[in-house]
């Protein structure tokens, strides 16, 4: 058996999701695969990156939880992949706690973001609802089960992310934005408070990220994004998409 992905038994109730853990630090690792283990996950410990990307060409977990500081690669750079190419959820857990840091990696493609040290209750219950929030998402309704948006003459293609004008022009978002994008799409003409919006209950008030995310999505698909019609402000609830959305 390859040492750096060690399998790790689940008994009793398990819940049969599968996480893989990539991290550097044996203790660590350990901890987070036992706290799982004792919840009901099934784990695979990973020390490196590309460990996780070469098991990957077999497996596909629920989710990966991933350290920043790996060996062999940037851990940014491995959420991107995750995100880009095996469109996997992804929970970071590391000892970066700069702002720049968390912001990155929520732009780049991860679910959530956590600073160790960590409390192993909020761990276990941020991927829970991590899962729950994909599980919704994989069981919507045939309607919204497509995968190209058309709405107020802009066309938005979920499988590449790929935004189209109206004119016809193609328009980079970054991965959280289209990430946001989905959302307002899935509901349009409804308010969705920023909880919502980030797929998190337990959103700090004092996180503007949800903002500065809507804030450049109006850069790119309103006219004049200081006095937006497409994406509304509710003042003391949330946002709204007010539009008309057909899937194909």
Request: hydrophobic share 40%.
């Amino acid at each position: 058996m390859n040492p750096a992905s060690t399998p790790v038994e689940t008994t009793g109730d398990t819940r049969h999701e599968l996480i893989f853990v990539v991290e550097d630090e044996p203790e660590i690792a350990r901890l987070i695969c036992r706290s799982l283990h004792e919840y009901g996950f099934e784990t695979q410990h990973f020390r490196t990156g590309h460990d996780l990307l070469f098991r990957l060409k077999s497996a596909q977990p629920s989710l990966c939880l991933v350290d920043l500081g790996l060996p062999d690669i940037d851990g940014m750079e491995l959420v991107s992949r995750l995100w880009k190419t095996h469109g996997c959820p992804v929970l970071i857990l590391t000892g970066r706690s700069h702002l720049a840091d968390r912001v990155v990696g929520l732009e780049t493609g991860a679910d959530d973001y956590i600073v160790k040290p960590f409390e192993p209750r909020e761990l276990i219950a941020r991927i829970r609802v991590i899962l729950r929030r994909y599980a919704r998402q994989g069981g919507m309704e045939p309607a919204t089960a497509a995968r190209t948006a058309r709405f107020a003459g802009w066309h938005f293609d979920l499988d590449c992310n790929r935004l189209t004008s109206p004119t016809g022009q193609s328009v980079e978002l970054s991965v959280a934005e289209a990430r946001l994008l989905t959302v307002l799409l899935q509901r349009p003409n409804r308010i969705l408070t920023r909880e919502q919006l980030a797929g998190r209950s337990d959103l700090d008030p004092l996180d503007r990220s949800i903002d500065v995310r809507i804030s450049r999505l109006r850069q790119k698909l309103e006219e004049t994004p200081v006095s937006p019609a497409l994406i509304k402000t509710v003042y003391g609830a949330g946002y709204l998409l007010a539009s008309t959305v057909t899937w194909e």
